[in-house]
C-alpha cells in the first residue's frame, strides 16, 4: 500500500473529487479528508512505546495471532485529521441554525468563562460538602430560579438531557400513582404532534400510548382529550408551545379535566424558551415539566456539549422526586439530601436519575445565562424569539405554504410545508438547496401532522439582516422549486459528499471500514 507525504493514496482520489477536480482534491481553503484508516499505517504512531517485555502468555489459544490493524498516525497527522473533519462541520458559531424544536441559539462566553473557574471546574463529585458549597450555592441557586420561573413546587435537577427529564417526570408520575393504590393506570394520552420522545418515554416506562388528535388549527382537540379520559389513563404528555409552533391555549382546562378524572399533567417543556418570564406553567396545572438548559438557557449541544433537563414539579408530585437534592438552611450553608441523610423527610423518593447531582458545568452556565439576563431580560428571550419567528412566517408565507397561517401568530417557531411544490419536488430539495446557500437545514418532515413538513426555528439571538439573509436564501431556493430547476434535486453541488442516499444510510449502515486492498485480494 503507498502513502504519500500528505497522507494521500492516490488510488482514493478520483471518486472523492469534485467535478472541477484539483490534484489534492481539495477546494481552495476546503480540504479533502479521507478515513482515518485510509490515511493511517500500522507502522506510524505519535508515541514511542518501549517493546513489552517477554513474559510467558497466559492467554492460550486466546492469543492474538494477527496483527490489530488499527491505524496509526504522528502527532501533526493526528491534529490535522480530526481539525479538517471540524471544518467540516457546521456550527452555530459558524452562523443561523434553523433546526426547529432544537433552540441552536448562540451560547455566550461569558457562560464559558464561569463553568471553566476552577472552583467550578475542577471539583469533585465524591468532594466533602464542605470543599464546595459554591458549587452546590450554584445547584441550589439555579433551582430556585426554575422553580420561581415555572410557578411549580420543586424541581429535579439531575436528569442530563430533556429526554432524561421526561422519564424522570413519568417515574414521578407512577410514584404517585402507585402511592394511591391507581397503579393499574396504564395509559399515557399523547398529541400526534407530540416530540419522538414523548411516547417512548412513557412505553420505556411501561405505558401503552394513544394518539390524541390535533384540530384543523394544530392544536390538541380538546374535546378528544376529555372523551378518552377515564379510570385507565395513568396521564398526558403535552406539548407547549407545541411543535407547530403554537401555543395549546387550553392548556388549562386540559389539566382541570386531567386532574378531574383522576390523572396527572406532563408538560414537555422544550419549547420553554418562547414563553420564558410571561407564562408560568404551573398556573396551567402542569404537574412535571422538563427543561432543557442547552436549549432555552443557552448551554451548548449539537454537538458542544452534554445536555441537562431539570424536572419542575408540581406539590403533588415534589415528594416523589429523585435524590440527591440540595438543601439550603437559615444560616446559608447547603447540604445534600441523599439516601443516607433522607431519615423520614423524603421517603417517597422514587430513586436515583445518575449517580451524582447532574451536569455541574452546565449547571454554571444556566445560572449565569439567567443572572446576566435577570427576569425582565429573560422575558425579552421570549418576546425576541416569538418576533423572530414570525417575521420569517409573514415573510414566507407567499413563497412557501404555511399550513397554520391562520391559526394567529406562531411562537418561536414557523412551520411550512411542500403544499404547492411542483411534482418531483419535496422538502429534501429545499433543505438541500439550503446546504448549498450556506446553512444548516431546518427540520424536516417533523411534526408529522404537515406534510412534508419545514420546522424553522430563529431564535431570538439572530439579528434582523441574518434574518433577511437567511429569508432571502430560502425564497430563493423555493422559487427554484417552483420554477422546476432540477438542478437542485442533486443538490448540495458545493457540500463535500453532495446528496447522500440517507434511508440507505440509515437502513443499512456501513459501520466497518474493510481495507479495499484485501478486499480485492479476497475476490
Ligand atoms: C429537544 C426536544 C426533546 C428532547 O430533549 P433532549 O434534550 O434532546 O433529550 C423533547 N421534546 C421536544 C419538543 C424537543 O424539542
Redesign the pocket.
Known sequence: MSINQSGWRPEMTPERRSDNATFTGNRALMLEEPLIFEIGATDTTGVEVAEPMKVASKLGNLARSAPIGLPGLSEPETVRHYTRLSRQNYAIDLGLFPLG??TMKHNPRLNEKMARLPGFADIHPLQPVDTVQGALGVINELAVWLIKLTGMHGVAMTPK????GELCGILCIKAALEAKGEGHRKVILVPESA?G?NPATAAFAGYSVEDIPATAEGRVDLAALKARLGPDVAGVMI?NPN?CGLFERDMKAISDAVHAAGGYVYC?G??FNAIVGRVRPGDLGVDAMHI?L??TFSTPHGGGGP?S?PVVLSEALSPYGPLPFTERHGDGHITLVEEETVGDRHPDSFGRMCAFHGQMGMFTRALTYILSHGADGLRQVAEDSVLNANYILRSLENTLNAPFADSGPCMHEAIFSDDGLPDGFSTIDIAKGLIDEGYHPMTMYFPLVVHGAMLVEPTETESKAALDQFIGALRSVAERAKAGDEALKSAPHFAPRRRLDETLAARKPVLVWKDPALAEAAE
Open positions: 424544536s432544537c438531557a430533556g429526554a432524561h416530540h420522545t406539548t411543535t414537555d422544550a419549547n432543557n442547552h436549549k445536555g433537563g
